[in-house]
């Protein structure tokens, strides 16, 4: 069974309309991430939360914003979608001593 | 900071034969665990093998196994019996066993094609 679920799989979007992505975690990790991955790159780290403390990667653009309401769900926000913000984004949990655990990802396409 | 360094861009190998992806990492922390991880063309990421810093035995998994060399900061990867599902970028990645939230820290990958 999966343990983290991103929806959707796909999302497609109009240039500054905005957009939420969802993530959700089965196995009660503090900590769920966001990525962003653009073709052939590695993962780029946006933010994380621990617990309820947000904490936001130094270069994250203030376009992206997330919530986290409860242990189990994680939502990125794109506020005003561009089209370099077209990519893969890829949620994780993690907790001490573990490996991560990503979802499938929601490929973003920009219009 | 971290860093993870692949130096192989790009790899190919013959179905049934071995390779050898390398990865190098920096690091003054003494407590973390290192991984491999594949993305298939699906771009879901998979976990192949990972390796406890403390530990001085490789990690194997079936067909995937490690040089794992503390000293050299080295984590190499081989795949024996290479099959063609096992075409995908491959990441090296690092977590920090030392701080409260322990982020991945990726490499830029190593593409790797099976040649029938």
């Known amino acids: 069974d999966a343990m983290v679920i991103q929806n959707p799989r796909y999302q497609v979007t109009q240039f500054g309309k905005p957009v939420t992505l969802s993530c959700s975690q089965t196995l009660n990790h503090n900590v769920m991430y966001w990525y962003q991955q653009k073709s052939s790159q590695a993962p780029k780290l946006l933010f994380h939360?621990?617990?309820?403390?947000?904490?936001n990667e130094a270069d994250t653009p203030d376009n992206f914003q997330s919530r986290r309401p409860n242990t189990s769900f994680c939502f990125l926000d794109i506020r005003s979608p561009g089209l370099g913000d077209a990519a893969m984004y890829l949620c994780?949990?993690?907790?001490?001593?573990?490996?991560?655990?990503f979802g499938q990802g929601t490929r973003l396409t920009v219009v | 900071a971290q860093t993870v360094t692949q130096s192989q861009p790009e790899m190919s190998v013959q179905e049934a034969e071995t390779v050898t992806l390398s990865c190098t990492y920096d690091t003054s922390e003494s407590d973390y665990y290192l991984f491999w991880y594949k993305q298939p063309p699906s771009r879901q990421m998979i976990l192949v093998i990972r390796q406890e810093a403390y530990k001085q035995q490789n990690a194997t998994e079936n067909r995937f196994s490690v040089n794992f060399q503390k000293a050299a900061k080295s984590f190499s990867l081989k795949i024996s019996d290479s099959q063609l599902g096992d075409a995908a970028m491959y990441f090296c990645a690092y977590r920090s066993q030392e701080t409260s939230y322990d982020k991945v820290i990726f490499g830029p990958g190593t593409s790797l094609s099976v040649i029938p």
């Open positions: 939360y621990y617990d309820k403390d947000f904490n």
């Open positions: 994780d949990t993690g907790q001490l001593n573990t490996e991560a655990f």
